[in-house]
């Protein structure tokens, strides 16, 4: 099993910055480094959107074209964490965020139903 726990979020003005972090519990006998892991974001009213994701090594990266040159995905894999370093920030990025987990074979562009183990959310709020 793998439990997620993000963190980060908060209340931010639009151009500012946050960053969110993903701390993974691992408690089989895979490791961290196994995983694909994805950022999500879902607003009221609209689907769950794939915003990033990252292979096991950490050497291949995807954005979606609306946070593309904006936000950037890491992780470490010594710590078991996930990163999302969130910057010129728009109203539209409000969202909850989570983390989601996927272990090998993966996708990291792959959609929400692809991936198994997913975070609690942390809500990110930008206003005008």
């Known amino acids: 099993q793998v439990q997620l726990v993000e963190s980060g979020g908060g209340s931010v003005q639009a151009g500012g910055s946050l960053r969110l972090s993903c701390a993974a519990s691992?408690?089989?006998?895979?490791?961290?480094?196994?995983?694909?892991m994805g950022w999500f974001r879902q607003a009221p009213g609209k689907e769950r959107e794939g915003v990033a994701g990252?292979?096991?090594?950490?050497?291949?990266?995807y954005y979606s074209d609306s946070v593309k040159g904006r936000f950037t995905i890491s992780r470490d894999n010594a710590k078991n964490t996930l990163n999302l370093q969130m910057n010129s920030l728009k109203p539209e990025d409000t969202a909850m965020y989570y983390c989601?987990?996927?272990?090998?074979?993966?996708?990291?562009?792959?959609?929400?139903?692809?991936?198994?183990?997913w975070g609690q959310g942390t809500q990110v709020t930008v206003s005008s």
């Open positions: 989601a987990a996927k272990r090998i074979p993966c996708t990291i562009s792959g959609p929400a139903e692809k991936y198994s183990h």
């Open positions: 691992v408690s089989t006998a895979y490791t961290y480094s196994t995983y694909c």
């Open positions: 990252i292979s096991p090594s950490g050497s291949s990266t």
